[in-house]
């Protein structure tokens, strides 16, 4: 078979649960035969939603799982020539080491004999030796990890699934273990398919990198593209320590931003406005003058191999990782290498969302009447006696026919934990933040299911319960035809 | 000092309040008196006559026959429904727990009586046969099959259904071969309850037993009511067996959950 052929495909998977929560949307991935690939991304985002639907305990609500160009997304687990790791191992407590690592060969009716040789084998592959007649209690958790890694290879499945799978170990235990599961997968050529939060350890062990986000990919990379080049300020902000300036191009492969000019490598046209990514590890400390920005250093963390140093330049904070110390309150200067600046467009934050007209032909969003003038925004209108809304033609508007969009900007939203204010015009929960240098950016998933992009200096926290104030002389609305 | 005489005396108290009856009762089994009164002489023939009399050593072995089989049928629809249950949603399962708390907390006499009327009257199932019996018997012990189970399968991994699954097991085979062994604990401990909750019950059996057949509580109730002092004084010898047998079966049971429990702390 040939060797880059693609073992498993999953096209536009979609998961959405009975309380219409979608936990999986528009998914796209295709795994080369023998790849390591590993899905990262914060708990809630979708991965081990994802990794179940490939195992099969799971259906999409939508798209297909082609295994070998057949589709498998009916099928169910026990008829997939697909292995999991679980979690918590999930080992049979009744049985013995033997036992769990034969009840697949088992089942499959295959000769005693030849079961015997086959688990002695695997045992053997993963360090653990005439540990036949053990009972899984009397194994610590590093022993019973290699055995339900054991219990999945001697299935000899085409593709291994690995759910978290040295999540409860010890650091040292973690680190070892990730050695030898990246060893295992170049010896045996199994395609493995990882899943994790340890941004870390996808970056040591895997081929191919899949980080997701509130159920969506964010980027499909190598390792090194998902570090050195992100495509978005979550990956960024995920994958590695990150300074995440927004700023605009100035001319070609020059850009402004954190208070200063920049060298860049990125090709991107004049005026965009942009996100710039700058490693701490990339930006060198200097003598003030020789700077391209300058601040006062705020904090020295030692972390081992090296400092960790904050500095405040102007309204920015900016982190640094260097092998020499500075000392707390000095003013240094600050250069980066035009490659050590990554160029990201800005995504649009504007907040777009409809309101309604309501029976009294005022502008109403989520039960709140806003206080605007509808004459003014639909041209030709006027109002008569009844203070009914007529249009051009004098009739009468029909509050279900027309559909109003209104847009706000992130930074002229207010957020404040009294969601009991009248200014409140909606709550929500904090979901997402990251931040900017000078002020964070969240994402805060509202009752009525939009996400909104609120700029705020002040650190929330996540999941905080929050009510948000939309400014009505900075919401801008449109009628859409 | 006064403390230290109330510490022990009221627990003391407490035992002979509780054991006092069974004991005084165990004492005149072995008299030919035959009331409680003067005991003139010792002797076994009340154990002769439980053993050697018909009638009562069909109706003990009818009584024990009809536990273990409404044990076993009570088992087997307590577990089922205990794990339909914890694989359904939130709100199926929450509902079934409830409906299962009413036979529980209901009055015997309800239980009875009503099953009574929807198999006799109702489905016209013949009150000469045991059907209505062993139905009202599994009503009142499968309730609490389905409770000695539910915890245990709260314990259990939940991971490890889809592990067998996952190495090639049909949901038939996951479920006999992993998710049972899990629970048996569990089952065994229904299915004890489920034997002494039959053993114990009088009011379903006068409502649904056919007019042949007696279990030993109906018995009983009859027997003290008669005046055959033979049989009745026989029945003190079988309230002491069945005393003795308590209490030798809890000593067991006792002895081994105190070696698991050891068991478990060697292991941690």
Same mark, same amino acid.
């Given at each position: 078979?040939?060797?880059?052929?693609?073992?498993?495909?999953?096209?536009?998977?979609?998961?959405?649960?009975?309380?219409?929560?979608?936990?999986?949307?528009?998914?796209?991935?295709?795994?080369?035969?023998?790849?390591?690939?590993?899905?990262?991304?914060?708990?809630?985002?979708?991965?081990?939603?994802?990794?179940?639907?490939?195992?099969?305990?799971?259906?999409?609500?939508?798209?297909?799982?082609?295994?070998?160009?057949?589709?498998?997304?009916?099928?169910?687990?026990?008829?997939?020539?697909?292995?999991?790791?679980?979690?918590?191992?999930?080992?049979?407590?009744?049985?013995?080491?033997?036992?769990?690592?034969?009840?697949?060969?088992?089942?499959?009716?295959?000769?005693?004999?030849?079961?015997?040789?086959?688990?002695?084998?695997?045992?053997?592959?993963?360090?653990?030796?005439?540990?036949?007649?053990?009972?899984?209690?009397?194994?610590?958790?590093?022993?019973?990890?290699?055995?339900?890694?054991?219990?999945?290879?001697?299935?000899?499945?085409?593709?291994?699934?690995?759910?978290?799978?040295?999540?409860?170990?010890?650091?040292?235990?973690?680190?070892?273990?990730?050695?030898?599961?990246?060893?295992?997968?170049?010896?045996?050529?199994?395609?493995?398919?990882?899943?994790?939060?340890?941004?870390?350890?996808?970056?040591?062990?895997?081929?191919?990198?899949?980080?997701?986000?509130?159920?969506?990919?964010?980027?499909?990379?190598?390792?090194?593209?998902?570090?050195?080049?992100?495509?978005?300020?979550?990956?960024?902000?995920?994958?590695?320590?990150?300074?995440?300036?927004?700023?605009?191009?100035?001319?070609?492969?020059?850009?402004?931003?954190?208070?200063?000019?920049?060298?860049?490598?990125?090709?991107?046209?004049?005026?965009?406005?942009?996100?710039? @990514?700058?490693? %701490? !590890?990339? $930006?060198?400390?200097? =003598?003030?003058?020789?700077? +391209?920005?300058?601040?006062?250093?705020?904090? #020295?963390?030692?972390?081992?191999?090296?400092?960790?140093?904050?500095?405040?330049?102007?309204?920015?904070?900016?982190?640094?990782?260097?092998?020499?110390?500075?000392?707390?309150?000095?003013?240094?200067?600050?250069?980066?290498?035009?490659?050590?600046?990554?160029?990201?467009?800005?995504?649009?934050?504007?907040?777009?969302?409809?309101?309604?007209?309501?029976?009294?032909?005022?502008?109403?969003?989520?039960?709140?009447?806003?206080?605007?003038?509808?004459?003014?925004?639909?041209?030709?209108?006027?109002?008569?006696?009844?203070?009914?809304?007529?249009?051009?033609?004098?009739? @009468?508007?029909? %509050? !279900?026919? $027309?559909?109003?969009? =209104?847009?706000?900007?992130? +930074?002229?939203?207010?957020?404040?934990?009294? #969601?009991?204010?009248?200014?409140?015009?909606?709550?929500?929960?904090?979901?997402?933040?990251?931040?900017?240098?000078?002020?964070?950016?969240?994402?805060?998933?509202?009752?009525?299911?939009?996400?909104?992009?609120?700029?705020?200096?002040?650190?929330?926290?996540?999941?905080?319960?929050?009510?948000?104030?939309?400014?009505?002389?900075?919401?801008?609305?449109?009628?859409?035809? | 000092?006064?403390?230290?005489?109330?510490?022990?005396?009221?627990?003391?108290?407490?035992?002979?309040?509780?054991?006092?009856?069974?004991?005084?009762?165990?004492?005149?089994?072995?008299?030919?008196?035959?009331?409680?009164?003067?005991?003139?002489?010792?002797?076994?023939?009340?154990?002769?006559?439980?053993?050697?009399?018909?009638?009562?050593?069909?109706?003990?072995?009818?009584?024990?026959?009809?536990?273990?089989?409404?044990?076993?049928?009570?088992?087997?629809?307590?577990?089922?429904?205990?794990?339909?249950?914890?694989?359904?949603?939130?709100?199926?399962?929450?509902?079934?727990?409830?409906?299962?708390?009413?036979?529980?907390?209901?009055?015997?006499?309800?239980?009875?009586?009503?099953?009574?009327?929807?198999?006799?009257?109702?489905?016209?199932?013949?009150?000469?046969?045991?059907?209505?019996?062993?139905?009202?018997?599994?009503?009142?012990?499968?309730?609490?099959?389905?409770?000695?189970?539910?915890?245990?399968?709260?314990?259990?991994?939940?991971?490890?259904?889809?592990?067998?699954?996952?190495?090639?097991?049909?949901?038939?085979?996951?479920?006999?071969?992993?998710?049972?062994?899990?629970?048996?604990?569990?089952?065994?401990?229904?299915?004890?309850?489920?034997?002494?909750?039959?053993?114990?019950?009088?009011?379903?059996?006068?409502?649904?037993?056919?007019?042949?057949?007696?279990?030993?509580?109906?018995?009983?109730?009859?027997?003290?009511?008669?005046?055959?002092?033979?049989?009745?004084?026989?029945?003190?010898?079988?309230?002491?067996?069945?005393?003795?047998?308590?209490?030798?079966?809890?000593?067991?049971?006792?002895?081994?959950?105190?070696?698991?429990?050891?068991?478990?702390?060697?292991?941690?």
């Amino acid at each position: 078979m040939e060797n880059n052929q693609n073992i498993i495909e999953l096209k536009h998977i979609s998961r959405t649960f009975e309380d219409g929560f979608r936990a999986v949307s528009d998914f796209n991935l295709e795994v080369k035969r023998g790849e390591f690939v590993t899905f990262l991304g914060p708990s809630g985002c979708g991965k081990t939603t994802t990794l179940r639907m490939i195992a099969g305990f799971d259906m999409p609500t939508e798209g297909e799982i082609l295994l070998n160009g057949q589709d498998i997304s009916k099928l169910p687990p026990n008829k997939r020539p697909i292995n999991t790791v679980f979690q918590r191992y999930a080992l049979f407590p009744h049985m013995n080491i033997f036992e769990n690592i034969a009840f697949g060969l088992k089942l499959k009716k295959m000769p005693r004999e030849e079961i015997k040789k086959k688990v002695k084998k695997v045992l053997e592959l993963v360090d653990l030796e005439g540990f036949e007649k053990r009972s899984v209690s009397t194994l610590s958790g590093g022993q019973q990890q290699r055995v339900a890694i054991a219990r999945a290879l001697v299935n000899e499945p085409e593709i291994l699934l690995l759910d978290e799978p040295l999540g409860a170990l010890d650091l040292k235990m973690r680190k070892e273990m990730q050695i030898e599961l990246k060893a295992m997968h170049d010896e045996l050529g199994i395609t493995f398919i990882y899943v994790t939060h340890d941004q870390e350890e996808a970056l040591t062990m895997s081929d191919k990198i899949v980080v997701m986000s509130e159920g969506k990919i964010q980027q499909i990379g190598t390792p090194e593209d998902i570090y050195n080049e992100p495509q978005n300020a979550f990956v960024a902000d995920f994958i590695g320590e990150s300074n995440i300036f927004n700023g605009i191009m100035t001319g070609t492969m020059q850009a402004r931003f954190a208070g200063g000019h920049f060298q860049c490598v990125d090709d991107v046209p004049e005026g965009t406005q942009i996100t710039a @990514v700058v490693r %701490p !590890e990339d $930006i060198e400390l200097t =003598a003030p003058e020789q700077g +391209q920005i300058r601040g006062k250093v705020i904090s #020295v963390i030692f972390k081992g191999i090296h400092y960790e140093i904050t500095v405040q330049s102007g309204r920015y904070e900016v982190v640094i990782q260097s092998t020499k110390s500075a000392e707390v309150g000095s003013v240094v200067g600050m250069k980066v290498e035009p490659d050590g600046i990554h160029i990201m467009i800005a995504e649009n934050n504007t907040n777009v969302f409809p309101v309604d007209m309501n029976r009294n032909h005022r502008l109403e969003f989520n039960g709140t009447e806003l206080d605007t003038s509808l004459t003014q925004l639909i041209k030709g209108s006027r109002r008569n006696e009844e203070h009914e809304l007529l249009d051009e033609n004098g009739e @009468v508007i029909d %509050p !279900e026919k $027309i559909h109003i969009i =209104a847009s706000i900007e992130p +930074q002229d939203i207010r957020m404040t934990d009294d #969601v009991d204010d009248e200014q409140v015009l909606i709550e929500g929960t904090i979901s997402n933040l990251i931040y900017k240098g000078d002020h964070y950016s969240y994402v805060i998933n509202t009752d009525l299911g939009q996400d909104f992009i609120v700029d705020d200096e002040y650190l929330w926290n996540m999941d905080d319960r929050v009510g948000l104030i939309l400014p009505l002389d900075k919401m801008r609305f449109q009628v859409k035809k | 000092m006064s403390r230290k005489i109330v510490r022990i005396a009221v627990p003391v108290l407490v035992l002979l309040f509780l054991y006092v009856p069974i004991l005084i009762l165990a004492l005149y089994s072995f008299t030919d008196a035959t009331q409680i009164g003067a005991i003139r002489s010792f002797t076994l023939k009340n154990y002769v006559t439980l053993f050697s009399t018909e009638e009562l050593r069909s109706m003990i072995v009818g009584t024990i026959l009809l536990a273990l089989g409404a044990a076993l049928l009570a088992t087997i629809l307590g577990t089922l429904g205990a794990i339909g249950s914890f694989y359904s949603r939130k709100r199926t399962s929450s509902a079934i727990a409830t409906v299962n708390q009413i036979p529980v907390i209901n009055a015997d006499v309800v239980t009875g009586f009503s099953l009574c009327i929807l198999l006799v009257v109702v489905f016209g199932v013949s009150k000469d046969s045991y059907i209505p019996l062993v139905v009202g018997h599994v009503t009142l012990c499968a309730p609490f099959v389905y409770l000695s189970v539910i915890p245990k399968l709260k314990q259990m991994d939940s991971s490890l259904y889809e592990a067998a699954m996952d190495l090639g097991a049909t949901p038939a085979q996951a479920l006999f071969r992993v998710v049972i062994p899990q629970i048996l604990g569990g089952m065994v401990s229904g299915f004890s309850l489920a034997v002494t909750l039959s053993l114990d019950d009088y009011f379903i059996a006068t409502y649904t037993k056919p007019a042949t057949f007696d279990t030993i509580s109906t018995y009983v109730v009859n027997a003290t009511r008669g005046s055959q002092t033979d049989i009745k004084t026989a029945l003190w010898a079988l309230s002491t067996l069945i005393f003795v047998l308590v209490i030798v079966i809890v000593g067991v049971m006792n002895f081994n959950s105190g070696r698991a429990q050891k068991k478990e702390a060697e292991k941690a």
